[in-house]
Each structure stands twice: as C-alpha cells, then as structure tokens.
C-alpha cells in the first residue's frame, strides 16, 4: 500500500510539473521570509511583572541560585558581580568566586551594583522587594525577579532566564536531564498506596520548623514516596513552627534534617562530624526515643538546605529521599553519581565526590557524609 500511495505522489508530482513546463513563464518576484527580530524578549518575572529586554545582555549581576542558573546555560562569562554567598563557595564558583561582591539576600549593595554598571540585576522575588527597582531602574537598569530555587517552578524559571539570554538549547539540555530522573523516581511511587508511604518529618535549618503542602521539600517528598506529616498544616505552600510534642504524637517513619550552617559549606569540608553533632542531638530531644524514626534507625541528616532543596540540585536530594523511603524499590539508584555527573556536565568543575564534600550522614548509610 505504502508504494502504491507513494508511487501516485511521484505521478501527481510530475503531472504538476509537466504542466508547470507548459505555462508560459513568468518573472516570478522574490519574497523573501522576513527575519523574526530577536528583540526585543518579554518575560512575566516571579513576581508577576513584565519585563522586556531590548537587546542582548552582555553585563548581570545576581545572587545564589541565579549565578548557578547562569552556569548551567554556560553564560557564566556575562557575570559581573555576584551576592556574598557566590563569593563564599570557591570550590563550587571556581571562576564566580573571584568577581566583586554586590552583598546579599535582603542588603544588596546598590553603591557597588551601579558601579558595575550591568544590564540586569536578577534578584530573588522576596528579597529587597521594592528597593532594586527603585533605585536601579531609573538609571536604566533593568531589575528581574527570578526565584530559581523553588523546586515546584525552577524550571519555567529557568526557561525564562535561557530565552532572555538566548539560551534556549542549553536550557533544554538540563531540563531534560532533569526531568529524566524526576520521572524516572516518580513512575515508581506515584501508584504507591497511602500505606506504603512512609510519614516523614522534614525539619528545615531551624529546629521544629518544617513545610506545608506545596512547598518545595513537601513536593520532594511527594515524588519520592513520601507522606509529609506537615502537610495539611495551615497555610498552605509555607514554613511553620511545631512543637516537639506535635511530633512526637504524628510518631513519622522518617526524620530528614536539612541544615543551614553559617560558614560551612559542604564542598568545602570533608569530615562529617558536624553532621553527625546535628543527628545525635536529635536522637536526644526529649520525647524522641519513643518515635518509630529513632527507635528504627531512620533519621538521616544532610540535604544541605542552600545546596540540595532550593538549588537546581533538588533533583539530587529527591534521589536521595526515595532511596532512603524505599530502598529495595530503588536499589539501582545511585543519588551520588547523579550528583557527579551534574558537577561535570553542567557545573563543569574537578569535584570528586568519592573524596570530598559532606552532603549526608547517617552512621550505616552514608558514614562518610555522601
């Protein structure tokens, strides 16, 4: 049938053309395709205001999450200054390390920013709200809010940074990566019963404060095959306080500690002590003992929060919480090789995690801290 239809296309083709042959021949005028402008770019921003971009940006400055972003689109050269939190991390920003601090988080230096005279300022949408654009974009520079740290939204983020920055097809190549083992944990939990999902207890970098549903470490617990017992706290998509006797009474399956230590940095140590400090004095917490986490072994310490929850490295971390909630259904997962191959592949950097960094402790499982 296939030759049959194809051999009638080559007949009508040359009928056509044959015809074609006999009509008187006419000048034909050229119309050329016009060319699609490249600028100017519009994007909605975090928070929800248009911005548009009018021609190429050659100058940013910008803080943690966005320096990482701007790495993995292989921009980096178009960075001129960076948040104190680049500077801090030299083995992470080998190159982004060394450019002029412009502060940090909610005290950025507007002094120091217009001295480097950049395009764009790509700022996270809840820090200095307000104070960039009013002090930067009367001189012309343009001020975007781009969170890129939430897990839910770090990808349309992130496309939005690659077509401002006409980075489109090195945007594709890390979603897709990332999305590749998104899916590939979410295939198997997601027909999980709710009885075979372990409750978990995710404590952020303060003690007893933890997520409701549709933050971003609930939405890594969730793809992982996971119950956050904080879940249906109110509000919703926020950081809460609980008391020590609220989890002691939800009793979790698991306990995930992700901290936040001034001045240290996990690519920049290498002994786990600091971890293992952290585990202990929550195994200590009075009440505890009688949580079935404690009384089974599963408390696990790691997940840096500034590193693997609200990075582009959330993938990682999501790895590393559906091997420690169900390890014999993930037995071929290896979080630590995903995590280097994303250090060579998109960081570009000689990082051996066989050898340095401490992301994890949990005295059996990750006894050296990956």
Known sequence: MKKVIL??????????????????????????EPAVPAYPRTIVD???????????????????????????????????????SVKQRELFFPE????????????????????LKPDVVIWTRTFAEGVLEKKLEPLGITVIRLDLYRPETILDDLRKLAYILEKEDEAKKFIDWYEGYMNAIKQRT?????????????????DYMTCTRGYGPDMMIRAAGGRNIAANLEPPDKAVKVSPEWVVAQNPDIIVKSPSIAGVYPYNIDDPKVLKDIRDAILNRPGFSEITA????????????????????SVIGTAYMAKWF?????????PKAIHQEYLKR?????????????????PEQHPDGR
Not at 190 to 206: A, C, N, S
């Open 46 to 84: 975090s928070a929800g205001r248009t911005v548009t971009i009018d021609k190429p940006i050659q100058r940013i400055v910008g803080r943690l999450q966005v320096a990482e972003a701007i790495k993995i689109l292989g921009a980096e050269d178009k960075m001129v200054g960076v948040g104190d």
């Open 7 to 32: 051999t009638g296309l080559v007949l009508v083709c040359l009928i056509a053309s044959l015809i074609a042959g006999c009509a008187p021949k006419k000048e034909a005028a050229p119309h050329p």
């Open 190 to 206: 997601t027909g999980l019963p709710e009885d075979e999902r372990p409750k978990v207890y995710f404590e952020m970098f303060w």
């Open 346 to 362: 998109f960081m570009r950097i000689d990082y051996d995690l066989d050898t340095h960094g401490v992301f994890v402790y949990h």
């Open 326 to 334: 169900h390890p014999e259904l993930f037995k071929d997962l290896d």
């Open 294 to 313: 404690v009384k089974k072994g599963r408390v696990y310490v790691g997940l840096p929060w500034g590193e693997l929850v609200v990075t582009p490295r």
């Open 96 to 115: 982004l390390s060394k450019l002029p601090s412009v502060g940090e988080r909610s005290n950025p230096n507007i002094e120091k920013i217009i001295e």
